[in-house]
């Protein structure tokens, strides 16, 4: 009867904290979520950084990337995901875990929390998306006199390691390429257009040139998707 009692108020209390008022400990749904912090460490952190500094990804906390980059970009980016990269779609049309008003919060606050609006003087950097096929003759002259001191004069690797490597290159697109190449990557301690030269600035000639000359090291790998599209 005694063990009968313990056992009937156990249930009885179990019952009470189950039956609590639920306005005391609301149960968000996960697409309820409209803290920034907690979606872009849930979805993003994993990849970019706690800080969005990047490593082999976009550096999306850069001044410099939030300079070339605008919003609709970001959002296509975060909702569409960039095929052939490891970069996954997250928007729900796509079939990712996120809401549009999700999405516009990690986008808004990417803007928010990381742009440095006059932080760029007087400098104006290349433009994201180039307007013209690059000359990799000349890119390869370019790549001598911006990037050899870190990646060798073939590109395979010096203070910084290779970045004509079959592998690497089938594994990020051309656009990220040039993207990295203007904004650097901040996380590995590689500088951005402006630094590479001290007083000498990359033209959007020059960055494009260079590109074209890392692209031409590209090799087919089987089944590998076209990575020349525009991707992070």
């Known amino acids: 009867m005694k063990y009968s009692a313990l056992i009937l108020a156990a249930g009885l209390v179990a019952c009470g904290s189950l039956g609590r008022n639920p306005s005391q400990s609301p149960v968000v749904r996960p697409g309820e979520v409209t803290d920034f912090e907690v979606l872009y460490g849930q979805n993003c952190s994993g990849c970019h950084g706690v ?11 850069s001044p410099v990337y939030l300079a070339i980059v605008d919003n609709a970009t970001i959002r ?10 490891t970069m996954p779609p997250f928007g729900h049309i796509a079939g990712g875990l996120l ?7 990690i986008v808004s606050g990417i803007r928010e929390h990381w742009a440095g609006p006059g932080t760029l003087g007087n400098h104006k950097p290349p433009e994201y998306v180039s307007s013209h096929s690059g000359d990799s003759v000349h890119g390869h ?7 050899s001191s870190c990646h060798g004069s073939d590109g395979r690797g010096g203070q910084a390691g290779s970045i004509v490597n079959s592998s690497y290159l089938a594994l990020v697109s051309d656009q990220h390429l ?19 030269v001290p007083g000498k600035v990359m033209t959007d ?12 090291h590209r ?4 089944a590998q998707v076209n990575n020349s599209g525009g991707s992070e």
Not at 51 to 61: D, N, W
Not at 99 to 105: F, L, M, R, S, Y
């Open 76 to 85: 296509r980016v975060v909702e569409l995901g960039r095929a052939g990269t």
């Open 219 to 222: 090799q087919p790998l089987p």
């Open 141 to 147: 002259e370019v790549y001598a006199t911006f990037c």
């Open 51 to 61: 800080e969005g500094q990047g490593g082999l990804t976009a550096p999306i906390s």
């Open 178 to 196: 040039r993207t990295v190449i203007i904004t650097g990557v901040p996380a590995l301690g590689a500088p951005d257009w402006r630094s590479d």
């Open 205 to 216: 000639a020059d960055v494009t040139d260079v590109v074209a000359w890392l692209t031409a």
């Open 99 to 105: 809401t549009e008003a999700q999405i516009d919060v």
